[in-house]
């Protein structure tokens, strides 16, 4: 890893990072999210909570950019 993504790393993690609650109607309608490449159910709920509350998620997983025609932003972290 170099010094920028240490940097970055860090800084996303105490400056933009922020804890989600899950809802109750989040839980109750994850299922909506078909299941095309991810079946993980943990990884699935991060991925309809952000398309459902318009955040953007970020993540070293190349099966969570599959989501995006079903409205995920995703910041790819490598």
């Keep these: 890893m170099t010094i920028f993504q ?3 790393t860090n800084y996303l993690y105490h400056e933009i990072s922020q ?3 899950l809802s109750a109607e ?4 994850f ?3 078909p299941r095309i490449t991810h079946r993980d159910p943990f ?3 991060l991925i ?17 950019a599959a989501y995006e025609d079903y409205g995920l ?5 490598s």
Excluded: C, G, T
Excluded at 73 to 77: D, E, G, H, T, V
């Design 43 to 45: 990884d699935r709920m």
């Design 6 to 8: 240490l940097v970055m």
């Design 26 to 29: 989040d839980a109750a309608s």
């Design 48 to 64: 309809w909570q952000a398309i459902r509350e318009k955040l953007v998620l970020i993540s070293k997983d190349s099966k969570i």
């Design 19 to 21: 804890l989600l609650d």
């Design 31 to 33: 299922y909506h999210l």
């Design 73 to 77: 932003k995703i910041l790819p972290f």
